[in-house]
């Protein structure tokens, strides 16, 4: 009896692994597009911007 449970339980694994390896796998998505802005296309103004408020902080901070 227990030897005939083995059995069965071995023919199933078997079965099993044939049917889940047979699955296909959908292609995988398409990337996303490129955003609409790029992303250093205002570097230097920001760069001036945070340059004036430094400045500006810094001699609030001497008076």
């Known amino acids: 009896m227990v030897q005939n449970k083995r059995k069965f339980a071995s ?3 078997v079965l099993i692994s ?3 390896a047979a699955q296909e796998t959908p ?3 398409a990337p996303p597009p490129p ?3 790029p992303v250093d296309g205002a570097v230097l103004f920001v760069l001036a911007i945070g340059i004036f408020y430094g400045v500006r902080k810094r001699l609030q ?3």
């Open 61 to 63: 901070l001497l008076k």
């Open 18 to 20: 044939f049917v889940c």
């Open 27 to 29: 292609p995988p998505p």
């Open 35 to 37: 955003p609409g802005l």
């Open 11 to 13: 023919i199933l694994f």
